[in-house]
């Protein structure tokens, strides 16, 4: 799908095909993601937009193989165009923070709390280029300087819990751009953070992104945020991908039923003195794999045959792509 | 034994259901080898505020702003260190010596619901049992308590023989806040307080319980004070709003006043940080730079200053007073407080 919307393309950043992740203990199996096909560009932004339980950080984690022992993880993933699930420790080593970093909702459990920052920004060029310690405290001082924390060379010395959140999120951000990653996942990494400081931050990224041309997957629950940051949009469900789309398209007029919901549950100015619009009941628990459209118990255009299987992946539009069979394909 | 009732209205339609003028809080800091007090955090300081009957009040803030510790202060969960509070025009915390409306009385008529649903329930009891707690301690029988308990599940959306008894760690987190607001109901209250009430949902989620609030103030003849981070929520579901900085008051108004008239400087830029929901109107410069200050130690005269693109040597020197602007409109900026001495202020006409 993804693929079929760049034909003319190189050979994508990211490429994944039929991801799906199982969390499997004694009592339960979760079906966290069923099944997600991925491309991104060099350079290109794209937001993985979705509710608790979507799926999306789960998605993130895969692509870094971050996830835990007892994650069954299947399909391909490809990064760069290595072959992220083949890797073996060693290599996985070289791969996080040099070809890929992250970035995490919360700084202060992302930064270690005994190291300075300078140090620990210093630590991360030290091991993936090999440079002298002098040479990696220079490039320490530079990262900071190009996340614009005010006074970088005093906050060389300062310990995560001294600085404000704001600022802490931007030492997590000078971290991860320590070794010049081609690729950048970041999970909800302003929504601990104040409004005023949450439109610096993402400015910032923005900023960042077009300076060093990196490649950023950036989860989200925040229409607007996916509106102020995203090339593109993948709405997450159940576990999959319903509905994906060039942001611009996306925000004038979402298709799949689910995106349109949340559309119309996100308060925005002119709703005062109207109803808000709701989705009625809760999504599915996933201990089941989903083998029809997850989102039809919930979809007022639900008829018969939502339930006769799982929705295929169509293309509904220039560049845009749909799981819903009530969305007309073209 | 009867059930409980709203309390009566005492004061009439034109006598503010809660006045609170001059409110402090300061929290001591404890340190060093002999645990000396070294330093003070201002959380509250010298907020002063009006809730009319039947309005919702929305507080709007950003972190450290002292709008959780307000919202404790209202419900007296805190004991402020100065500041009256007067409740349908009686002295909050009276005795039968000094008139005026007991402790107890004040928190059955006053209602909180907090942020964190499963934190602020019970974890041993059943959700019937959790709801119908506090009736039982105000002399209602159990067997109707635990009757008025499903009514009020009924009224929150949860059908009362499948959520009755089950745990809170059984219910989803939307569940559970609708839980929240049956129990904060179940002594009949006069004013609920609610503190980010819908901060940890899920926007679908968040939609549902919003249109909630809406219903039940309407059902159940409330007045609301609503506290969030979130201007849009705020915008959506308040008749007055009060921004908050650094433990003070920066602006209140009515909501139109506020969201389409704003005057102080901060309250521009806590609404020019919303997202703009439109990708070809992009944000390209950031309304303020920085963090918000420590209100350890906040900066002196005005303490918005140190962001504000219009400072001036006059707001160092001098806290500004609330300036009036309208009806019910008052900013607390020197730009707008006529004398002043700001280069943008009115003059006083001669």
Redesign the interface.
């Known amino acids: 799908m993804s693929a079929a919307l760049k034909p003319e393309a190189p050979a994508p950043l990211v490429r994944a095909r039929d991801l799906t992740v199982r969390f499997v203990n004694r009592d339960a199996t979760v079906h966290a993601v069923n099944g997600v096909d991925l491309d991104l560009a060099q350079g290109e932004v794209l937001c993985l937009l979705g ?2 339980g979507s799926g999306k950080s789960v998605t993130l984690r895969a692509l870094m193989k971050l996830l835990p022992r007892q994650a069954k993880v299947g399909g391909s993933i490809e990064v760069a165009g290595r072959d992220v699930q083949a890797m073996s420790e060693r290599q996985l080593a070289d791969f996080r923070g040099g070809d890929v970093a992250m970035i995490f909702q919360e700084p202060m459990t992302a930064l270690d709390p005994v190291f300075t920052i300078g140090r620990q920004i210093a630590e991360a060029v030290q091991r993936h280029e090999g440079v002298s310690r002098s040479a990696a405290d220079a490039r320490a001082l530079e990262l900071l300087e190009l996340v614009q924390i ?1 006074s970088a060379k005093r906050r060389l010395a300062a310990y995560p819990h001294e600085l ?4 802490r999120q931007r030492a997590m951000i000078a971290v991860a751009l320590a070794c010049k990653p081609r690729l950048l996942l970041a999970d909800e990494p302003t929504t601990a953070l ?7 931050v ?2 910032l990224l923005r900023e960042l992104q077009e300076k060093l041309g990196m490649g950023v997957i950036f989860v989200t ?5 996916a ?2 940051i ?1 090339d593109r949009v993948a709405v997450m469900y159940a576990g999959r991908v319903v509905e994906e789309a060039a ?2 398209p996306f ?1 004038g007029g979402p298709m799949h039923p689910y995106a349109q ?2 559309l ?6 002119s ?2 003195g109207k ?6 009941g ?1 999504p599915p628990s996933l201990e089941k794999e989903p083998t029809t459209c997850a989102f039809a118990p919930r979809c007022s255009l639900a008829e018969p045959a939502c339930l006769a299987g799982v929705p295929p992946a169509r293309m509904v539009g220039p560049d845009r792509m749909a799981r819903c069979i009530r969305v007309p394909a073209v | 034994m009867t059930a409980l009732t709203q309390a009566p209205d005492r004061g009439g339609p034109a006598q503010p259901l809660l006045e609170v003028t001059g409110l402090v809080k300061h929290f001591p800091i404890h340190g060093g080898l002999l645990g000396r007090q070294v330093a003070t955090v201002r959380a509250v300081d010298g907020v002063s505020l009006t809730i009319r009957k039947g309005e919702t009040l929305g507080i709007v803030g950003e972190s450290g702003c002292g709008k959780s510790t307000t919202a404790r202060l209202l419900m007296r969960l805190l004991d402020p260190d100065a500041g009256e509070m007067v409740f349908d025009g009686e002295q909050v915390g009276g005795t039968d010596q000094t008139g005026g409306v007991t402790l107890r009385d004040y928190r059955r008529q006053v209602q909180m619901v907090f942020q964190d649903s499963y934190a602020s329930l019970n974890p041993r009891l059943t959700i019937e049992e959790t709801i119908a707690f506090s009736p039982q301690v105000h002399g209602v029988s159990a067997r109707e308590a635990r009757e008025r308990a499903h009514e009020l599940l009924a009224a929150v959306g949860l059908a009362p023989a499948q959520f009755a008894r089950r745990y809170p760690h059984e219910v989803s987190g939307g569940q559970r806040q609708r839980i929240n607001i049956a129990r904060a109901l179940a002594l009949q209250p006069r004013l609920v307080i609610l503190d980010e009430p819908v901060s940890a949902l899920d926007k679908s989620v968040e939609a549902q319980v919003l249109n909630l609030l809406v219903d039940l103030k309407e059902k159940f003849g409330l007045t609301y004070a609503f506290i969030s981070h979130d201007l849009n929520v705020v915008q959506y579901i308040s008749d007055r709003v009060l921004v908050m900085y650094l433990g003070q008051v920066a602006e209140q108004g009515p909501v139109e006043e506020i969201y389409e008239r704003p005057a102080h400087p901060y309250t521009r830029a806590l609404l020019a940080s919303r997202p703009s929901m439109d990708p070809v109107k992009r944000r390209t410069a950031p309304p303020l730079t920085g963090d918000p200050p420590n209100p350890v130690n906040p900066p002196s005269g005005c303490r918005f200053r140190t962001r504000c693109t219009m400072a001036e040597d006059v707001c160092a020197q001098r806290a500004p007073v609330a300036a009036p602007l309208s009806a019910g409109h008052e900013a607390a900026c020197h730009a707008v407080l006529p004398g002043s001495g700001h280069s943008a202020a009115p003059r006083i006409a001669a």
């Open positions: 509710e608790s005010p404000s959140g704001g600022l104040d409004a005023t400081v949450q439109i610096q993402l400015l629950h925040d229409l607007g945020v509106g102020e995203a942001i611009g925000m919901g949340l119309g549950a996100t308060v925005h100015p709703m005062r109803r808000l619009t709701t989705i009625p809760a």
